[in-house]
């Protein structure tokens, strides 16, 4: 986690929602072989960070269930598209599917996320397809 105060940070515009000054949290979710499948940032209101990932070392969903946090996820953004520096972050070609929310609890918003998915997931879920 990375204290940046009040920067927008390279975050998606509704960065501006989330209170500061503010941390950035970033992983890679990987196969137990360390296959990247898909990469996450997240951006929390630093003064209340620690009520909700009480224990860093688990993911945000894992820590809000356990706290049983009431939570709404409105999607901002969906993204499709290649870009050759997730090519080499990933290890893999893309296409590349991403997106980006807000988490909203007690009518506030509680985190900004923004997801980017691996090809690699194919070999779990089956091929994509795109309407032509």
């Known amino acids: 986690m990375s204290h940046i105060g009040m920067e927008a940070d390279g975050a998606p515009a509704p960065i501006h929602r989330v209170p500061g000054p503010r941390l950035r949290r970033q ?38 269930a356990r706290l049983r946090t009431e939570l709404y996820r409105e999607v901002q953004g969906i993204y499709h598209g290649h870009e050759p520096a997730l090519d ?19 009518g506030r918003p509680l985190t900004l996320i923004y997801e980017v998915f691996s090809p690699y997931l194919s070999k779990y879920l089956g091929p994509m397809q795109l309407d032509s």
Do not use: C, M
């Open 27 to 64: 992983v890679w979710l990987r196969t137990a072989t360390g296959q990247r499948l898909a990469y996450a940032s997240s951006w929390w209101e630093a003064s209340h960070v620690d009520d909700y990932l009480q224990n860093r070392t688990l993911p945000i969903w894992a820590n809000l």
């Open 88 to 106: 080499k972050a990933f290890g893999q070609r893309g296409s590349f599917w991403g997106r980006h929310y807000l988490f909203w609890h007690r």
